[in-house]
């Protein structure tokens, strides 16, 4: 039977679907690299996120560890990513709160 520790790896990767519009391709997979929070943290951060004025650049920032995107990962291309793929902060945040709650939940 394997082990399971509970201190956890301090990041997690999930796979985000980036749409490309105008083309006839499918959305491009791409791998990001999260960063887990406790239960304390990860409460915070959703209270945040329903805050008005919420600042999604620094909402991502405080989440997501890096990215395989050619280019680096940092605060002015991820506004370049957001200005670019017009939705995709929303699809990023989800795919994090799904894939951390999913690990809380032992699934």
Same mark, same amino acid.
């Given at each position: 039977m394997a082990k399971l520790s509970i201190s956890q790896n301090p990041t997690f990767d999930a796979i985000i679907k980036i749409p490309l519009p105008g083309?006839?391709?499918e959305a491009q997979p791409v791998r990001f690299t999260f960063k887990?929070?406790?239960r304390a943290a990860m409460k915070e951060f959703l209270d945040r996120l329903q805050q008005p004025g919420d600042n999604e650049?620094?909402?991502l920032m405080e989440v997501v560890a890096g990215w395989e995107f050619d280019d680096e990962f940092n605060k002015t291309s991820?506004?370049?990513l957001l200005d670019t793929f017009i939705g995709i902060g929303g $699809? $990023? $945040?989800r795919t994090f709160i799904d894939e951390q709650t999913k690990a809380r939940l032992g699934n």
């Open positions: 083309t006839d391709k887990v929070l406790g650049t620094a909402s991820m506004e370049k $699809i $990023i $945040i």
